[in-house]
């Protein structure tokens, strides 16, 4: 889910009319009107900056959202000439209600940046998502101030008619009554009413959008009884009826029901920009490549038709896919797929087919170009492991799980179907690989060995990491769901 645990990421907007050539050649159709994608960079070895850079103007990108304002991005992104949104962490938004912190923030952000030859920065974002439900109210008197104080920041450094302040905001901020769940009955949440139409009627003032997350994907990993075709575009025979309107899938359905709240808050009109929109491809039942290929073509279908949705119909809508590349130390609080949304590998490499510009093709978005691998080396269980060492074996998974990612082992996932040896395998070598393959990473008490046969299998990648001097600054690894991939693992240890 799309909540405060998303950690600093960029998002990348296709421009339209763009069309260049990338690889062997291959020209790319213009991106689909308002397209983009968000890309996250809570990895244990990002892809570095400037590679991302060469990628996305390989890809024809022209616009691109951070999640924070990293140096090494910015300077990365400087004289590219592609549209940047800089953005501002929770954490940091109870120290911009001060007037002050915020002038030095644009100061330090914005306007070093902001020259003939710099980077080229159109929106701030103020936060992210800062009133999910699961906050429990923790920013919600720091970030309506935090974002008129950025505004008269930029306003007053001489940005504000070119660059404007917004706040990224989770679906949960709006909803319709439980007897009447229908779009037109659509309403912003109760205990925040008052809050949401006094920024709302700010955006309106200034000129900023209202950028919203909307996840299909989470009403099916939330509901096994949700309508699994009403998450697609591709038609239902169940549509949900609202005032003769038909509503064939969940994206259009929760847009609208938004459109509705804008409408009561005396801002109808009020431009909408979808954040983050996507679908995962590992780590749940739900989370798969073909689920996800199939939502991004219908959906890209309908950016390039420039159909809108039934209350702002024929108009292009403004849309940021999440994400780029996946994201191997991202939190897992929401759920293992949590790891698992890019459109790309973790090494920039493409997962499937998919034509941006949603006509139809098969074609592959260009990858990242120069990335350097370690050696092809794994580390797997040690088939002569003593009776001894294989008493220690759930400590040790434990262990792996705990500072690398194995949301692949748990049910419902890609690498779920393997036995308990490829299981503790897969474990041992995702700590190897995030360990560089020192020597020392692959001991385990005597369980594990090093292989130069590569022990993949055709549902389940045993991946060789980046070389540390090819990839971007590293993110400090977290305690993740071990417990969980520790019993997938066990379930079926017996066989051992």
């Known amino acids: 889910m799309a909540g405060s645990d998303r950690r600093p990421a960029v998002v990348v907007a296709f421009a339209a009319l763009m069309l260049l050539a990338v690889g062997g050649g291959v020209g790319l159709l213009p991106a689909a009107e308002g397209l983009g994608v968000n890309w996250g960079t809570m990895a244990s070895h990002p892809l570095p900056p400037r590679a991302v850079v060469q990628m996305l103007q390989d890809n024809g990108i022209r616009k691109v959202k951070l999640f924070d304002a990293d140096a090494g991005t910015m300077e990365a992104l400087a004289g590219s000439g592609v549209e940047v949104m800089v953005a501002i962490p929770n954490n940091l938004l109870d120290l911009l209600t001060d007037?002050?912190?915020?002038?030095?923030?644009?100061?330090?952000?914005?306007?070093?940046?902001?020259?003939?030859?710099?980077?080229?920065?159109?929106?701030?974002?103020?936060?992210?998502?800062?009133?999910?439900?699961?906050?429990?109210?923790?920013?919600?008197?720091?970030?309506?101030?935090?974002?008129?104080?950025?505004?008269?920041?930029?306003?007053?450094?001489?940005?504000g008619d070119t660059i404007k302040a917004t706040v990224p905001l989770n679906a949960d901020v709006y909803n319709s009554?439980?007897?009447?769940?229908?779009?037109?009955?659509?309403?912003?949440?109760?205990?925040?009413a008052g809050l949401m139409t006094e920024i709302v009627q700010f955006l309106n003032q200034t000129g900023a959008p209202f950028t919203v997350n909307i996840y299909p994907f989470l009403s099916l990993y939330s509901n096994d009884n949700f309508p699994l075709d009403f998450a697609f575009f591709d038609g239902t025979d169940s549509p949900v009826v609202d005032n003769g309107i038909q509503y064939t899938n969940v994206f259009d359905a929760n847009f609208d029901t938004l459109v509705s709240a804008l409408s009561a808050a005396g801002v109808g009109g009020l431009p909408i920009v979808v954040g983050e929109v996507g679908w995962p491809t590992d780590g749940d039942k739900h989370a798969r490549a073909d689920y996800a290929q199939r939502f991004y073509a219908g959906l890209l279908r309908k950016l390039a038709a420039n159909a809108g949705t039934p209350l702002r119909p024929n108009q292009y809508v403004e849309v940021y896919l999440f994400s780029l590349v996946d994201e191997d130390v991202k939190s897992v609080a929401p759920g293992n797929f949590e790891r698992h949304w890019g459109i790309l590998r973790y090494d920039g490499q493409p997962k499937y087919a998919m034509d941006l510009s949603g006509q139809g093709r098969n074609t592959a978005l260009a990858a990242a170009r120069g990335i350097r691998y370690l050696p092809r080396a794994w580390c797997v269980l040690n088939p002569i492991a003593s009776p001894d060492a294989m008493s220690r074996i759930g400590d040790n998974v434990n262990y792996a799980c705990t500072f690398a990612d194995c949301t692949s082992l748990g049910y419902g996932s890609t690498c779920n179907g393997m036995d308990a040896a490829g299981n503790v395998s897969y474990a041992f070598n995702a700590y190897?690989?995030?360990?560089?393959?020192v020597e020392e990473s692959c001991g385990f008490q005597g369980l594990a060995v090093q292989t130069l046969q590569n022990p993949s299998t055709d549902a389940c990648n045993f991946t060789i990491q980046i070389e540390p001097s090819a990839a971007g600054r590293p993110v400090a690894l977290t305690v993740a769901a071990a417990t969980a991939v520790l019993l997938s693992v066990l379930t079926v240890m017996a066989s051992l």
């Open 99 to 159: 007037y002050d912190a915020a002038r030095d923030w644009v100061h330090e952000n914005v306007s070093r940046y902001n020259f003939d030859g710099g980077v080229n920065i159109k929106y701030v974002a103020v936060g992210n998502e800062p009133f999910l439900s699961s906050l429990n109210g923790t920013f919600l008197n720091v970030t309506f101030p935090a974002l008129r104080n950025i505004q008269r920041a930029l306003d007053d450094a001489g940005h």
């Open 177 to 192: 009554p439980k007897d009447n769940q229908v779009p037109s009955t659509g309403r912003f949440r109760s205990d925040i």
């Open 432 to 437: 190897f690989q995030v360990q560089n393959q």
